[in-house]
T-cell receptor, first 111, second 109 residues
């Protein structure tokens, strides 16, 4: 298995632009998580899905952030409009039981 | 989820055992102790988890005190590739993890 696949690996965008981060979970995993990591706040859980349904989005910072999981093999995290303070590494993770597997992350820079 | 406390950093000599402590004095009965690590610029990696009993796998051993208020992760023979930030997490959900600051472990030759 290739593991959790995230794209792009790096993204540089201008303030005000829409940004879409993508995640392909491990086949057969029924839970998917989006995390954000910054120097100031560390690793934070943004939202998680179970069987493609959003269960807890209390970590989503504000309405500019949205996440979807249209099917079991794909999820997106969208920021619209983006702001410099959204600059961070965004991780996607998936799990089936007992452990979560993380992707390599997307490093987002908003200038 | 219960709060965990870890030392901010520790050094370990290559080839020696690394013992990483974690306090979780407010852990509840249904919360597991999870250990993850993050090597620079990579996503977190699962190491081990346990509820009450000590656990061992190919990566490490987990020792949980009888009162479950603290635990120790043991890397039996540390290598340079074990240099990473190690996170101890108490959670009742294997994916909904509240990461703290962790312990920066540096393995030296």
């Amino acid at each position: 298995d290739a593991g959790v696949i995230q794209s792009p690996r790096h993204e540089v965008t201008e303030m005000g632009q829409e940004v879409t981060l993508r995640c392909k979970p491990i086949s057969g995993h029924n839970s998917l998580f989006w995390y954000r990591q910054t120097m100031m706040r560390g690793l934070e859980l943004l939202i998680y899905f179970n069987n493609n349904v959003p269960i807890d989005d209390s970590g989503m910072p504000e309405d500019r952030f949205s996440a979807k999981m249209p099917n079991a093999s794909f999820s997106t995290l969208k920021i619209q409009p983006s702001e410099p303070r959204d600059s961070a590494v965004y991780f996607c993770a998936s799990s089936r039981s007992s452990r979560a597997f993380f992707g390599q992350g997307t490093r987002l820079t908003v200038v | 989820d219960a709060k965990t406390t870890q030392p901010p950093s520790m050094d370990c000599a290559e080839g020696r055992a690394a013992n990483l402590p974690c306090n979780h004095s407010t852990i509840s009965g249904n919360e597991y102790v999870y250990w993850y690590r993050q090597i620079h610029s990579q996503g977190p990696q699962y190491i081990i988890h346990g509820l009450k009993n000590n656990e061992t796998n190919e990566m490490a051993s987990l020792i949980i005190t009888e009162d479950r208020k603290s635990s120790t992760l043991i890397l039996p023979h540390a290598t340079l590739r074990d240099t990473a930030v190690y996170y101890c997490i108490a959670s009742d959900s294997w994916g909904k993890l509240q990461f703290g600051a962790g312990t920066q472990v540096v393995v030296t030759p």
